[in-house]
Antibody, heavy 117, light 106 residues
């Protein structure tokens, strides 16, 4: 059984930082690219970032480039997302999802990030 | 960036109906298209990948078709648990992009 569980969300002031984690189990983590997807309150899904299976390649949506960093620790089956220079527009639920084939087959339940003063 | 446009944005239907949702890409994405279902307060659930392949465990009343720039998700004989929001996503080039969503309600 595949499981993805996010953590690290919380309330942070504008300009602040957070580090999200996603622990994976039930599959060979190092064989799959991994990604983060977010959803603002009452809004649609927004793809945020993807890291290759080795961690060597990273891709971001334009609105987070230079502020967010995706990374992974294959020895701990863990995906990370470092969020810096946060703004209220970054508020939402952040989901991790497995990439590769079949595409986006598994998602975590999400962790809530709230940027507010 | 590739823009994904879903239609309609919302749809009312009844149990037993057949519904179709359309997703249009701003450029050719071949068959790199996925469909997701999201119920309120829950994580999205994967339904279809490569435009027409059902994920394991997805009921056969769901089907996907299309290639290039126009794709459809069809649900035959709607069941009560099918009422949710549906999203398409292209994964042919970065940034991967979602459609704005289609809410299916009674």
């Amino acid at each position: 059984q595949v499981y993805l569980v996010e953590s690290g969300g919380g309330v942070v002031q504008p300009g602040g930082s957070l580090r999200l984690s996603c622990v994976a189990s039930g599959f060979t983590f190092s064989n799959y690219p991994m990604q983060w997807i977010r959803q603002a309150p009452g809004k649609g899904l927004e793809w945020v970032a993807l890291v290759s299976f080795s961690g060597s390649d990273r891709h971001y949506t334009d609105s987070v480039k230079g502020r967010f960093t995706i990374s992974r620790d294959n020895s701990k089956n863990t995906l990370f997302l470092e969020l810096n220079s946060l703004t209220p527009e970054d508020t939402g639920v952040y989901f991790c999802a497995r990439g590769g084939f079949p595409f986006c087959a598994y998602w975590g339940p999400g962790t809530l990030v709230a940027v507010s003063s | 960036d590739i823009q994904m446009t879903q239609s309609p944005s919302s749809l009312s239907a009844s149990v037993g109906d057949r519904v179709t949702i359309t997703c249009r890409a701003s450029q050719d994405i071949s068959n790199s298209l996925a469909w997701f279902q999201q119920r309120p307060g829950k994580a999205p659930k994967s339904l279809i990948y490569t435009a027409s392949t059902l994920h394991s465990g997805v009921p056969s009343r769901f089907s996907g078709s299309g290639s290039g720039t126009v794709f459809t998700l069809t649900i035959n004989s709607l069941q009560p648990e099918d009422f949710a929001t549906f999203y398409c996503q292209q994964y042919t080039s970065f940034p991967y992009t979602f459609g704005q969503g289609t809410t299916l309600d009674i």
